[in-house]
C-alpha cells in the first residue's frame, strides 16, 4: 500500500529524540539519535524524513554526506557500514513540523499537530516522518527515549515512563523512556497544561493519566474502569505487555482516538461538556476506552507486518470493545452489539484482509474484522477461541504478525482447517450470511 515506507539494509535498536520547542512559533529543534544494527555491508541507507532544515548529519560521529528527494533522506557515510555492526546517527534539524511539506492528511496522520492550547502527536499510518526522521514502517521497531524541553508552565506527557523533570530558568525538560519495542507511528508527544492522575492497577501496574486541569475530573470519571478493564483484558488477551498504561487527553476536539503506546490519545470531546457549544460528547466513550486499552495488546505489541494487515489491530480492538460489554453488560447486550455491526457492513462488498488503502480505515476493516473473529469463535468455542489468543499474544509477543500468522495459529491450536472460514469474511466480499448463536451457548 506504501511502496515509499520504510527502508532495508538496517534494523533500528534506539532513537533518542532530543527536541526544544518554541510553543508560540510552533518550531523544534534538536538532534534525533538512532542505534541501527547493518544487516547487509551499506555504503549508503535511507531514513523517511519531511520537512525541516538539516544542519548536520553524523554517522559513527563523523560527518555523512545526505540527499533529499521527498520523504526520502540519503546518508552516506564517510566509512562504509559492516554487516553485524552497530552504527550511530545523529540528525540535528529544526523548523516548523509540516512547513512546506505537501498533503496534511488527516489529523490522525500528520504527525506534529499544534493547536490553541499545546501540541499532540498522532501518526498513523506515515507521520512519525513529519517531525523526526525514522525508518518509518511498523515491521521495523525499536525502543526509545525523549528528551522534550518546553516554555513553563508546559508539561510533556510522551511513551513508557517519565524518568526525570530538569528545571530550568523559564523552561523545563521532561526525559521519558520505554524499553518496550515501538512501531514509529504510535511515537507520541504531548504538550499542555496537564495535571497527572496516577492510581495502581492490576499487578501494580502504574496508570498515569494526563488531562488538562480545568476537565481533570470529569475526564478521570470517564477512564475510572480501566483498571478493570486491564484486569480483565489480562484474563482473556495475556498479561499487558509494557511498563505502564494510561491516557492522554488534548485540550482540543480530535473526533478521533489513537492508541499511541502505552499513553492513548483522545480529544476532549471524550469528556462531557468539556466542549460545550461545540460538540455534545462522545455518546459511547465507555467503547472507544475499551478499543484503545485492547490495542495495546493489537496493534502495539503485535504490530501489523504490512499495513494491509490493519483488521489484526481494528477488527480485535473493535470485537474486544464488544467482549468488555459482554462481560460488563450481559449476553443481550453483546448479542445486540454484534448485529449492530453486522448491519454496518451487511450487502457490502469489503475485504477486510486486503482493504486497500482507501479503506484502511473503513468500515470492513472494524465490524467486519470483528465479526471475523466472533465467526471463529462460534466455529471452535470459546474454550478453544480464547487459548487461540491468548497463544497469539504470547508468540507474537513485541514483534510482528500478518494475516496469514493468525490463520495458521489458528488452525494449529484448534486443529481445524479454518482457511474457507477466514476466506468468506476477509477477502471474498459480499459478506457472510450472520451466524445464528445462541445464548449462553
Given at each position: 500500500y506504501?511502496?515509499?515506507?520504510?527502508?532495508?539494509?538496517?534494523?533500528?535498536?534506539?532513537?533518542?529524540?532530543?527536541?526544544?520547542?518554541?510553543?508560540?512559533?510552533?518550531?523544534i529543534?534538536?538532534?534525533?539519535?538512532?542505534?541501527?544494527?547493518?544487516?547487509?555491508?551499506?555504503?549508503l541507507?535511507?531514513?523517511?524524513?519531511?520537512?525541516?532544515?538539516?544542519?548536520?548529519?553524523?554517522?559513527?560521529?563523523?560527518?555523512?554526506?545526505?540527499?533529499?528527494?521527498g520523504?526520502?533522506?540519503?546518508?552516506?557515510?564517510?566509512d562504509?557500514?559492516?554487516?553485524?555492526?552497530?552504527?550511530?546517527?545523529?540528525?540535528?534539524?529544526s523548523?516548523?513540523?509540516?512547513?512546506?511539506?505537501?498533503?496534511?492528511?488527516?489529523?490522525?496522520?500528520?504527525?506534529?499537530?499544534?493547536?490553541?492550547?499545546?501540541?499532540?502527536?498522532?501518526?498513523?499510518?506515515?507521520?512519525?516522518?513529519?517531525?523526526?526522521?525514522?525508518?518509518?514502517?511498523?515491521?521495523?521497531?525499536?525502543?526509545?527515549?525523549?528528551?522534550?524541553?518546553?516554555?513553563?508552565?508546559?508539561?510533556?506527557?510522551?511513551?513508557?515512563?517519565?524518568?526525570?523533570?530538569?528545571?530550568?530558568?523559564?523552561?523545563?525538560?521532561?526525559?521519558?523512556?520505554?524499553?518496550?519495542?515501538?512501531?514509529?507511528?504510535?511515537?507520541?508527544?504531548?504538550?499542555?497544561?496537564?495535571?497527572?492522575?496516577?492510581?495502581?492497577?492490576?499487578?501494580?501496574?502504574?496508570?498515569?493519566?494526563?488531562?488538562?486541569?480545568?476537565?481533570?475530573?470529569?475526564?478521570?470519571?470517564?477512564?475510572?474502569?480501566?483498571?478493570?478493564?486491564?484486569?480483565?483484558?489480562?484474563?482473556?488477551?495475556?498479561?499487558?505487555?509494557?511498563?505502564?498504561?494510561?491516557?492522554?487527553?488534548?485540550?482540543?476536539?480530535?473526533?478521533?482516538?489513537?492508541?499511541t503506546?502505552?499513553?492513548?490519545?483522545?480529544?476532549?470531546?471524550?469528556?462531557?461538556?468539556?466542549?460545550?457549544?461545540?460538540?455534545?460528547?462522545?455518546?459511547?466513550?465507555?467503547?472507544?476506552?475499551?478499543?484503545?486499552?485492547?490495542?495495546?495488546?493489537?496493534?502495539?505489541?503485535?504490530?501489523?507486518?504490512?499495513?494491509?494487515?490493519?483488521?489484526?489491530?481494528?477488527?480485535?480492538?473493535?470485537?474486544?470493545?464488544?467482549?468488555?460489554?459482554?462481560?460488563?453488560?450481559?449476553?443481550?447486550?453483546?448479542?445486540?452489539?454484534?448485529?449492530?455491526?453486522?448491519?454496518?457492513?451487511?450487502?457490502?462488498?469489503?475485504?477486510?484482509?486486503?482493504?486497500?488503502?482507501?479503506?484502511?480505515?473503513?468500515?470492513?476493516?472494524?465490524?467486519?474484522?470483528?465479526?471475523?473473529?466472533?465467526?471463529?469463535?462460534?466455529?471452535?468455542?470459546?474454550?478453544?477461541?480464547?487459548?487461540?489468543?491468548?497463544?497469539?499474544?504470547?508468540?507474537?509477543k513485541?514483534?510482528?504478525?500478518?494475516?496469514?500468522?493468525?490463520?495458521?495459529?489458528?488452525?494449529?491450536?484448534s486443529?481445524?482447517?479454518?482457511?474457507?472460514?477466514?476466506?468468506?469474511?476477509?477477502?471474498?466480499?459480499?459478506?457472510?450470511?450472520?451466524?445464528?448463536?445462541?445464548?449462553?451457548?
Amino acid at each position: 500500500y506504501y511502496p515509499t515506507l520504510g527502508n532495508g539494509g538496517y534494523d533500528v535498536q534506539h532513537y533518542t529524540i532530543d527536541l526544544a520547542v518554541d510553543m508560540e512559533a510552533n518550531f523544534i529543534a534538536g538532534t534525533v539519535t538512532i542505534e541501527a544494527e547493518a544487516e547487509k555491508d551499506l555504503s549508503l541507507f535511507n531514513l523517511d524524513f519531511l520537512g525541516f532544515e538539516i544542519a548536520e548529519i553524523l554517522v559513527n560521529e563523523r560527518n555523512a554526506r545526505y540527499l533529499r528527494a521527498g520523504r526520502e533522506l540519503f546518508i552516506t557515510p564517510a566509512d562504509p557500514l559492516p554487516r553485524g555492526e552497530m552504527f550511530r546517527v545523529e540528525v540535528t534539524y529544526s523548523g516548523v513540523p509540516g512547513e512546506g511539506v505537501r498533503g496534511g492528511g488527516s489529523s490522525y496522520s500528520a504527525g506534529w499537530t499544534r493547536y490553541p492550547k499545546g501540541v499532540f502527536v498522532a501518526s498513523e499510518p506515515a507521520g512519525a516522518a513529519r517531525w523526526f526522521p525514522a525508518n518509518d514502517h511498523p515491521s521495523d521497531k525499536a525502543t526509545y527515549t525523549f528528551h522534550i524541553t518546553v516554555p513553563q508552565p508546559y508539561v510533556v506527557a510522551a511513551n513508557g515512563l517519565l524518568q526525570e523533570v530538569i528545571e530550568h530558568e523559564d523552561t523545563t525538560t521532561y526525559v521519558w523512556s520505554t524499553e518496550y519495542p515501538m512501531a514509529t507511528y504510535l511515537a507520541t508527544v504531548n504538550i499542555g497544561e496537564f495535571v497527572e492522575r496516577t492510581e495502581e492497577g492490576p499487578d501494580g501496574l502504574i496508570i498515569r493519566n494526563y488531562f488538562p486541569a480545568r476537565i481533570a475530573d470529569k475526564a478521570e470519571a470517564v477512564f475510572a474502569r480501566t483498571g478493570e478493564m486491564l484486569a480483565f483484558f489480562n484474563e482473556i488477551f495475556g498479561l499487558y505487555p509494557f511498563e505502564a498504561y494510561g491516557v492522554v487527553v488534548a485540550d482540543t476536539p480530535l473526533f478521533f482516538a489513537l492508541e499511541t503506546q502505552t499513553l492513548s490519545l483522545f480529544g476532549a470531546e471524550i469528556v462531557p461538556d468539556a466542549l460545550a457549544g461545540v460538540v455534545n460528547g462522545w455518546s459511547q466513550p465507555e467503547s472507544v476506552v475499551a478499543h484503545e486499552l485492547a490495542h495495546q495488546w493489537f496493534g502495539n505489541s503485535i504490530s501489523p507486518a504490512n499495513w494491509q494487515d490493519i483488521w489484526l489491530n481494528e477488527g480485535f480492538a473493535t470485537y474486544a470493545s464488544a467482549l468488555w460489554f459482554e462481560y460488563t453488560r450481559g449476553e443481550a447486550v453483546f448479542e445486540r452489539i454484534m448485529r449492530g455491526y453486522y448491519r454496518n457492513v451487511a450487502g457490502r462488498d469489503y475485504t477486510p484482509g486486503d482493504p486497500g488503502p482507501t479503506e484502511l480505515f473503513g468500515q470492513g476493516v472494524y465490524p467486519q474484522g470483528a465479526w471475523t473473529l466472533h465467526a471463529l469463535r462460534l466455529e471452535v468455542g470459546d474454550e478453544l477461541f480464547f487459548d487461540i489468543l491468548r497463544t497469539y499474544t504470547e508468540r507474537f509477543k513485541y514483534g510482528n504478525a500478518s494475516t496469514d500468522d493468525f490463520i495458521d495459529l489458528a488452525e494449529e491450536v484448534s486443529g481445524q482447517e479454518l482457511g474457507d472460514l477466514f476466506a468468506a469474511w476477509l477477502f471474498e466480499g459480499d459478506v457472510p450470511p450472520m451466524p445464528e448463536w445462541e445464548l449462553g451457548g
